[in-house]
């Protein structure tokens, strides 16, 4: 059974510092891993979609890396903003599971000003 | 552009009484749909998931059905609701590919009196 783990479940920075937060998955036979975003109260967005032939996506300030043998992703955050504050959830999608998603129960930021 | 619509956005129901929430997808044909529970603090879980009309996947067994009238409509229903299913309701869709990203909608509160 796939299982999705987020470390930390929660962080707090100050403005400006450069961040990362972690998944892991524990079947390394998947198509692709998401990071998701989800304000409180709201449906989530999609920030970066990581296929399982990519190492890693860029969108702005963020980064995500993708290691499918270790069962591993990283969300990198640079230069945190107030605005950035949000749970951030990554998912995977499993080869044996069709188009269904795992995932992992969250991280939430907070960004201080 | 596609756009996901969810409603009720919240919802106060006592024990007992029925359900029916309501998804439905704008700007695509033949999507997959996605009924997913999250409870507080925790991580999403798959309910339901439908490839086409009248076709309808359960995920775990519970008080909940689904159902899918029309190509772009989702339906969640419950003929007697538990103080279990309170939480926070999302749909989504993608196009039914590996590599695809899914969208969420914005989401029903659902609070079980």
């Known amino acids: 059974k796939q299982e999705v783990t987020q470390i930390p479940a929660a962080l707090s920075v100050p403005e400006g510092e450069n961040l990362v937060l972690n998944c892991s998955f524990t079947d390394s036979a998947i198509y692709n891993l998401q990071w998701f975003r989800q304000d409180p109260g709201k449906g989530l967005t999609s920030l970066l979609l990581i296929q399982s032939s990519q190492r890693e996506q860029t969108s702005g300030r963020l980064n995500a890396s993708l290691d499918k043998s270790s069962g591993r992703s990283t969300l990198y955050i640079a230069a945190s903003q107030p605005g950035d504050s949000a749970t951030y959830l990554c998912a995977v999608r499993k080869e044996t599971s069709g188009s269904r998603l795992t995932f992992g129960e969250g991280t939430q930021l907070t960004v201080n000003p | 552009s596609q756009t996901i619509h969810q409603w009720p956005a919240t919802l106060v129901q006592p024990v007992g009484s029925p359900l029916s929430l309501e998804c439905t997808v704008e700007g695509t044909s033949n999507p997959n749909l996605y009924w997913y529970r999250q409870a507080a603090g925790r991580g999403l879980q798959l309910l339901f998931y439908s490839v086409g009309i009248g076709q309808i996947s359960s995920e775990v067994p519970q008080n909940l059905s689904a159902s899918r009238p029309q190509d772009r409509q989702f339906i969640l229903s419950s003929k007697k609701l538990l103080l279990s299913d309170s939480g926070f309701y999302l749909c989504?869709?993608?196009?039914?590919?590996?590599?695809?990203?899914?969208?969420f909608g914005p989401g029903t509160r659902l609070t079980v009196l």
């Open positions: 989504a869709w993608d196009r039914g590919f590996s590599t695809d990203t899914q969208y």
